[in-house]
Each structure stands twice: as structure tokens, then as C-alpha cells.
């Protein structure tokens, strides 16, 4: 003969659970809104990324994508304006070094868009993980967990059970 209890799940990992989902919801639209304002920003500059880019030619920078091809390209571009040289090749009173220099302030712009979208995204990722792992928790803490005890070799009364 065997016994069958049934006790309820954690009140308290459940609340923990709908709190993590919670948060990644929150998560989700802070870098939603993020990636949509650098991309709005960007858009606001009107850069286009160069015909003679590896990839994008002639489309507007308003992703990750789009602003690290024009960085690349503003790269090339000033490599052959300077002989292959950059920034801190040139001679002081190169007059190229303006060049280069402006060319090195646009690439870390650009670049800094792109840790700005790729920051958005991990934060957009890690909402998702958020809540899927609060979900988890609320599915668990709600089951009901069942204890079966082995009676056998016992009475009916030492099992707790009326005969």
C-alpha cells in the first residue's frame, strides 16, 4: 500500500518568476527604443554610404550595418588621400593631417553608432532570457509536487490510514 501527498509550489519563486519576466519586458523596450533612437539620429545626419563601398553603396546610414560599411569607406578614402598613411604617420605640418584627422573623428563616430546598436541588441537578448527564465520559474513553483511513501509491511493504522 502507498501514500500520496500533495503539497502546493513557492508562493515566493513564483512572484521571483512574474518579476524576472517583468524586467525583461522592460529590457526588451529599453533597447528597442535605444536601436530605434540611433537609428533615428543617424538618419537625422543624412549620411549615405559611398557608391564605391564594398556593400550599402548609396544607402542611407540607419543601421549597424550601413555605418560600419561608410566607416570602412571613409577609411579607404583617406589611406589614398594620405599615401597609405594615418593620422599618426604624418608629419605635423602635413596639410593631409586634417584630413586624416577628420577622417579618424567620422570612423569613431560611426563606430561608436554601431557599440550603441550592439548594445541595444544584448540588452533586447538578454529580455528574452529574462523571460523565458521567469517564466520557467512560475511554471515549476505552480506544480503541485506529489510524495509517494512505501507502506508496505505496515498497518493500515501506522500508515495513517483508517481501516
Known amino acids: 500500500m502507498s501514500t500520496v501527498a500533495a503539497t502546493g509550489g513557492s508562493k515566493a519563486a513564483r512572484v521571483i518568476g512574474i518579476i524576472s519576466a517583468v524586467a525583461g519586458l522592460v529590457l526588451i523596450i ?14 537625422d545626419e543624412n549620411i549615405t554610404v559611398s557608391e ?11 543601421t549597424p550595418w550601413t555605418a560600419f560599411a561608410q566607416a570602412d ?3 579607404h578614402h583617406a589611406l589614398d588621400a594620405t599615401g597609405g598613411k594615418t593620422y599618426a604617420e604624418l608629419d605635423r605640418e602635413d596639410p593631409l593631417r586634417d584630413t586624416a ?8 563616430s560611426l563606430f561608436t553608432s554601431v557599440v550603441a546598436f550592439g548594445v541595444a541588441a544584448l540588452v533586447m537578448g ?9 517564466y520557467a520559474l512560475w511554471a515549476i513553483a505552480g506544480r503541485s509536487v506529489a510524495t509517494v511513501a512505501d507502506t508496505r509491511g505496515t498497518t493500515p493504522a501506522d ?3 483508517k481501516a
Open 126 to 134: 538578454l529580455g528574452v532570457m529574462f523571460i523565458l527564465v521567469g
Open 52 to 62: 564605391d563601398a564594398a556593400n550599402f553603396g548609396g544607402q542611407p546610414v540607419t
Open 101 to 108: 584627422m577628420n577622417a579618424s573623428f567620422l570612423r569613431a
Open 30 to 43: 529599453a533597447g528597442g527604443v535605444t536601436w530605434g533612437s540611433v537609428s533615428s539620429h543617424l538618419a
Open 159 to 161: 500508515a495513517g490510514l
Open 73 to 75: 569607406i571613409i577609411n
